[in-house]
């Protein structure tokens, strides 16, 4: 069997970290690892499928000695600047910043969406925003079957998504002198409507990710969606309340039995007996919690449904490593 050599960029992250989590979990068939990281957080010791790993500082000549897949987790600046780099070497980069989403150049994908375009590379694919990942697995598998007309996002997103800064406000935040390193406002009591920068047309850089994202993913150009994105005071999982509607009539039966057949996604659709997706318990799991279910009586054809799930997993460091099992199962 072939075996491949694998760089994680941003290793000491809380994503970076994740990443050699799940790693661990898989039977990759990767003969090497070797993990960067910024010069502030070089020299530091990771313990890594049963071997410590001394973290390297991430320098311009860091892919010379060759290298077949990279999983970068260390920003936009360093990303655009690096990833370039690595793909000139022969590296596919798997980027989990923004700085590749919306070039026409890069694939974006989730690997139970659009695989194929994993093919179209250059080099670099780009993984997309958390909150979008977790919202196409079930819109994906109602665009086939039914044609979305319009979708209207209203999410409840975890502060490990704002990484260590943000769960400092949350864990932290009630301890006398304590001064906010991330949010705006305390996020201890409070629901924040306000992720990323507010542009000039009011929405915010996050809410336009996800309009943007979800279209070019579903290869739906023209398709009408709006978002309000909210930081919750929970810790890890987002949670999103999704409305659609459809071009045709559907049958909630029959979607139900299509999500529960859908591959990343878990059926949780039992209200009565208090049975609908939670961030608890998908937190530290893959797939993506479906529920809620109920048809949306206020437009001929909608529909309203609940997910939840784990931004930094699947909607960050699993969806990474799945495109790479992607390219490795591609490359036979």
């Known amino acids: 069997m072939k075996k491949y050599k694998m760089a994680i960029v941003g290793a000491t992250g809380l994503v970076g970290r994740t990443a050699l989590t799940v790693l661990e979990e898989k039977n990759l068939p990767i003969d090497e690892y070797v993990l960067f990281a910024s010069k502030k957080s070089a020299g530091t010791k990771l313990t890594f499928m049963g071997k410590e790993y001394i973290v390297r500082e991430l320098t311009d000549d860091s892919f010379d000695e060759g290298f077949d897949f990279a999983i970068f987790s260390a920003g936009g600046d360093t ?161 999103e309340s999704i409305n659609v509607e459809f071009d045709n009539d559907f049958d909630l039966d029959e979607v139900r039995k299509m999500l529960s057949n859908a591959e990343g996604i878990t059926l949780k659709d039992d209200p009565e007996n208090n049975v609908y997706p939670l961030a608890t318990e998908t937190s530290g799991q893959d797939n993506v919690f479906v529920g809620r279910l109920r048809r949306d009586y206020s437009v001929d054809y909608g529909l309203n449904f609940f997910c939840t799930g784990d931004n930094i997993r699947k909607g960050a460091a699993t969806n990474a490593i799945q495109i790479v099992e992607k390219l490795i199962e591609y490359d036979k």
């Open 79 to 239: 990303s655009k600047h690096f990833s370039p780099i690595a793909a000139e070497k022969g590296c596919i980069v798997v980027d989990n910043s923004s700085a590749f989403r919306m070039d026409k150049d890069v694939p974006l994908v989730v690997p139970e969406v659009n695989p194929e375009e994993i093919k179209n590379n250059h080099g670099i694919i780009a993984n997309p925003n958390c909150s979008t990942i977790q919202a196409v697995l079930p819109l994906k598998v109602l665009d086939d079957k039914y044609t979305i007309k319009r979708i209207v996002y209203s999410t409840y997103q975890a502060v490990s998504g704002a990484g260590k800064k943000g769960v400092d406000d949350l864990v932290n935040g009630n301890q006398e002198g304590y001064t906010l390193k991330k949010f705006p406002h305390p996020i201890i009591n409070n629901c924040l409507p306000h992720i990323d920068v507010f542009l000039d047309n009011g929405y915010t850089k996050e809410e336009e990710k996800m309009i943007n994202e979800t279209r070019k993913i579903l290869n739906r150009p023209d398709l009408r969606i709006t978002a309000t994105t909210v930081r919750v005071p929970v810790l890890n999982s987002h949670s």
